[in-house]
């Protein structure tokens, strides 16, 4: 039985004392990653053992998070399942396959596939619901810094820098006091938006060449398929963030980016993000997918480029009409 979960149903869950497995989304970013490793330092307090997973490598600049651990999943004989802004067992990429072994769920998307217990606050970040987690068992003062810059890096990168409109005054607030427990807020910034490797600054690049407009320039895309990615040395980490490259163009509505899997070739990664009131995690409902208005994602399946990029235009230029039309009656 699936069932919802109250922030204090979940912490005495959470009290108990077990081996955990802790699972992130694919292409982690640093939300899932955040609260990830936040959780397994509250667990780590509680006096459980704990590891993260996710079928995908983390971004090296990433390392003030995981501490350079390894995410690559091994069974270990694990108690407890636990899943951090997975919207959906898609999301689970690769490792979809432990669904079934997960006993709670921590997330935040008012679109999403419920899979096991949960416990959800649709607040602008995952990392929100960590620290009111924390809060609840009463051991704020008890964790270390590496917590705080785990939750502050996970509330500014699904807020672009505070800047999105999922952002509330309870974010800011929580922000704050965040921030007032010592953290350097302006260096976890930078790496999270201004540092770039060479790979990353070459696939925004192919990004701007290779991106494709629809809808009188109203839906921008780029697909990254795995010939593309070998041919200019890109790897998955360094496309984690193209869509809002195509996002920023003027007159873009909705963005998109598919990126070909490497180990299945008919799977594609698919981002959406929305410049205007269009609910994009409808279009990604309709592959199985989920997120939030304005921010969503699913895996599409198809045997080609050309079949995958059809699929996505098809729902999508729909979503876009709907507005259109919804502006010129309204």
């Known amino acids: 039985m699936i069932k919802e979960l109250s922030i204090k149903e979940l912490a005495e869950k959470i009290k108990e004392q077990k081996y955990t497995l802790i699972l992130c989304h694919k292409n982690p970013d640093p939300d899932t990653l955040g609260s990830a490793f936040a959780l397994r330092d509250i667990l780590a307090l509680l006096g459980s053992c704990a590891k993260v997973a996710s079928c995908d490598t983390a971004q090296k600049k ?9 995410l690559e999943y091994q069974e270990n004989g694990y108690e407890r ?5 997975v919207a959906s067992p898609t999301q689970l ?20 596939v419920r899979f096991s217990e949960y416990y959800e606050n649709f607040c602008a970040s995952c990392a929100e619901n960590i620290y009111l987690l924390a809060s609840e068992l009463g051991i704020l003062d008890k964790l270390p810094i590496h917590f705080y810059n785990c939750l502050y890096a996970g509330m ?3 807020t672009g820098g505070f800047r999105f409109s999922n952002v509330t005054p ?6 704050s006091q965040i921030i007032a427990k010592g953290i350097d807020h302006a260096e976890i910034n930078r790496v999270i938006f201004e540092s770039k490797s060479l790979e990353e600054i070459k696939a925004q690049r192919l990004t701007y060449e290779k991106m494709q407009m629809f809808c009188d320039g109203a839906l921008s895309l780029i697909v990254f398929t795995n010939r593309m990615k070998e041919e200019n040395g890109i790897s998955d980490a360094d496309i984690g963030d193209v869509v809002n490259a195509v996002r920023s163009v003027e007159g873009v509505l909705v963005a998109l980016s598919l990126k070909q899997s490497s180990k299945d070739e008919k799977k594609y990664s698919l981002s959406s993000r929305a410049n205007a009131d269009i609910d994009v995690s409808k279009g990604c409902m309709e592959f199985g997918g989920g997120g939030h208005v304005r921010a969503a994602g699913a895996t599409v399946i198809a045997d080609s480029e050309e079949e995958a990029t059809n699929m996505v235009v098809s729902v999508f230029s729909h979503l876009i009409d709907e507005y259109k039309k919804g502006i010129k009656n309204g």
């Open 93 to 112: 990429g690769e490792l979809s396959f432990l669904a079934d072994k997960v006993n709670l769920t921590i997330d935040h998307h008012k679109m999403c």
């Open 156 to 158: 500014s990168a699904d």
């Open 62 to 70: 990433f390392d003030f998070i995981t501490e350079g651990v390894s």
């Open 170 to 175: 309870d974010t800011m607030t929580l922000a």
């Open 81 to 85: 399942y636990i899943a951090v802004d």
